[in-house]
């Protein structure tokens, strides 16, 4: 009997392990949406985009993290293409629903302006999006890690003016060096 739960402890600490996106990155952080839950809408991953998204949280969510020494928010990862639809703003073909894109948000130690430029000057990425907020400090910190092709590691400002959003180019801001 001893035998059979302690398997049975070990099967389920695997299954759990197994879900985990990365070491640091739970597949409930990786794929949960407000959003989502509240329509009703599917957010589950295809085994695809689970291998996708396992890449990209080892290739910038873990070495951040690393730079960082402080759990980072995620504040959206996975959109299935149905929730990608429900979000205003979303990108019609948003990396987010290749599970190649994250949006990220500092909890402790460093400032999104801070995790920015570590992505920016350290890390190889696709795409990497200073989000809203001001010149100091930008709102969320989007970023994105493709293995399809050459990353392009374009650095980008948006910028909201009432309801319309624009992208420009990264210039800079007042608290980077
Ligand atoms: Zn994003």
């Known amino acids: ?12 600490a695997k299954k759990k392990q197994a879900e985990n996106i990365s070491k640091h990155c739970s597949y409930h952080e ?6 989502a839950k509240r329509n009703g809408v599917d957010n589950k991953p295809t085994e695809e985009h689970l291998e996708t998204m396992k890449v990209t949280a080892e290739k910038l969510f873990e070495p951040l993290r690393e730079y960082v ?8 990862f996975y959109r299935s293409e ?3 639809k429900l979000l ?15 949006d990220l948000d500092a909890l402790s130690g460093r400032s999104n302006a801070e995790m920015f430029m570590i992505i ?3 890390l190889e990425f696709d795409q990497l999006i200073w989000e809203g907020g001001n010149n100091k ?8 890690y493709t293995e399809k092709r050459k990353n392009r590691k374009q650095v980008l400002k948006m910028k909201r003016k009432g309801s319309r959003i624009s992208y420009w180019e990264f210039d800079g801001c007042e608290t980077c060096g």
Not at 1 to 12: A, E, P, S, T, W
Not at 69 to 76: D, E, L, T, V, Y
Not at 88 to 97: F, I
Not at 137 to 144: G, I, L, R
């Open 30 to 35: 990786a794929t949960h949406s407000d959003t």
């Open 82 to 84: 149905a929730l990608n």
């Open 120 to 122: 920016k000057d350290q």
């Open 1 to 12: 009997m001893q035998l059979v739960r302690l398997l049975k402890r070990k099967k389920m």
């Open 69 to 76: 020494g402080a759990p980072i928010r995620i504040n959206s």
């Open 88 to 102: 205003k703003g979303g990108a019609r073909r948003s990396q987010h629903m290749q599970g190649e894109a994250m």
């Open 137 to 144: 400090e930008p709102e969320w910190v989007h970023v994105s």
